[in-house]
């Protein structure tokens, strides 16, 4: 079993339509959960971080975490065309620093 | 806000070349990371460095070596370039574990795209 699990999609939405966006992980010892968004032939940007379970919010992004079932979700609000891009989670915890990355969403919303 | 530069975006290179990808972060960051990212891969580790002149392999370190002379600079070398070696390369940095304000969040460069022909 990998151990971050990402749909890759791709996931095609209309202009203003809440998306989510989900991971599994299955290493229990993970604490720090991430969504890093990716424009095409960019460098990952970190969007939202999270310590341990429950909600953050920033803005029209929201990230949830369920350390219970391990699962991350981030979910978009009113979303917009210059949401478009890749989104990838990523964990640590335990006895090391390294992220594990799952392999990322393509997300288009569509004007 | 932490700034991680990449020396190139873009770069080809011939079979059998040295090739040099260097990186500089200017928060003062005691890790750095060399990833390599390709399609339906994902994001794969070859090399990380915890302090100056220390470095550890990651997950895919064959036909590649590092070198970290000061703190904020980070290099990947690919000894003798093969056309398999073509991909994204991205470099990252991050506070150690343990360290005021630490998250193991990484700060990623722009990347360069390498392509080897």
């Known amino acids: 079993q990998k151990e971050v699990e990402q749909d890759p999609g791709p996931l095609s939405v209309p202009e203003g339509a809440i998306v989510s966006l989900n991971c599994t992980y299955s290493?229990?010892?993970?604490?720090?959960f991430m969504w890093y968004r990716q424009y095409s032939r960019k460098g990952p940007e970190l969007l939202m971080y999270t310590y341990s379970s429950g909600n953050k919010e920033d803005g029209r992004f929201t990230a949830q975490v369920d350390k219970s079932s391990k699962y991350i979700s981030l979910f978009i609000r009113d979303s917009q065309p210059s949401d478009s891009a890749t989104y990838l989670c990523?964990?640590?915890?335990?006895?090391?620093?390294?992220?594990?990355f799952g392999k990322g969403t393509l997300l288009t919303v569509n004007p | 806000d932490v700034k991680v530069t990449q020396s190139s975006r873009y770069l080809v290179k011939r079979t059998g070349e040295k090739v040099f990808l260097e990186c500089v972060q200017d928060m003062d960051h005691e890790n750095m990371f060399w990833y390599r990212q390709d399609p339906g891969l994902g994001l794969r580790l070859i090399y990380f460095?915890?302090?100056?002149?220390?470095?550890e392999k990651g997950d895919i370190p064959e036909g590649y070596s590092v070198s970290r002379e000061k703190k904020e600079r980070f290099s990947l070398i690919l000894e003798s370039a093969s056309t398999n070696q073509t991909s994204m390369y991205l470099c990252a940095s991050s506070l150690p574990r343990g360290t005021s304000g630490s998250t193991d969040t990484q700060y990623f460069g722009p990347g360069t795209r390498l392509t080897v022909l």
């Open positions: 290493n229990s010892a993970f604490q720090y």
């Open positions: 990523a964990t640590s915890g335990g006895s090391n620093y390294k992220l594990t």
């Open positions: 460095s915890y302090d100056v002149k220390m470095k």
